[in-house]
């Protein structure tokens, strides 16, 4: 994909409707294997003829009626749906206790979804690499919402595990999708800073800050140089 990630959508061309009940057995097999599982869902005020939000399902519990658990990307929460609510046409997708707009429903007929199972990597050659930011939020410059707020630095730790102490890494950072290759990451060059370091243990930490509206992705391999 754009992103360089390795993924597979749910193939909602060839499952039979209604496909909810089939959409949320797979999306909770990707959960179960520990893959990270993006859905589309309606709200009440969209429009979109296939959904209007994407929001990554993060859990799931299949006593009695059955809950799924959601990050809606709107606010510092997690949402909790019990299945029968939660599937449903766009028009008796309801507001919240509020009469806010931010609740969301799995369509009814036709569902979309992809499983995320990391980055592009043809020979295996990234190690294990987490960007954790220091804060969920950063302002709005985009023209979708036209705020037009103005972009801030952001902090946040790069972790890299899988590290075998004594070897040499290096930790290749780029600024734009386009630049990031799929193998060979050394050679084929593109990134825009490189951070090579000597592993003390299994786990390498590196502090970074970079701007709200900029771009930036981090690879991490062995120095074979």
Known sequence: G??????????????PTPQHTD??????AA?????????GVYWVIGSDRAYDHIVPMIGYNDTDEGVVYLNDLHGNETKVYAVPDFVSSRKNCKT????????????TRVDYGTVVYGNMDADGELLPTQ???SSWSEPDYSTEDELEETPIPLFAVVRVTGLEAGSSYVLLRYTSPDDVPNQAFLSNGGFA???E?????EVFIYNVTFMSNS???FRCVANVN
Not at 2 to 15: G, P, R, T
Not at 23 to 28: D, G, I, Y
């Open 96 to 107: 919240d206790a509020k009469g806010l707009v931010y609740e969301w429903c799995l369509p």
């Open 23 to 28: 959409f949320l057995v797979w999306s909770k």
């Open 193 to 195: 800073e490189t951070i």
């Open 215 to 217: 771009t930036t992705l």
């Open 2 to 15: 754009s992103l360089k990630l390795n993924c597979s959508n749910w193939n909602y061309n060839d499952q």
């Open 31 to 39: 959960i179960d294997a520990g893959w990270p599982v993006i859905i």
């Open 197 to 201: 370091f000597i592993a003390d243990s």
């Open 131 to 133: 960007l954790v930011m």
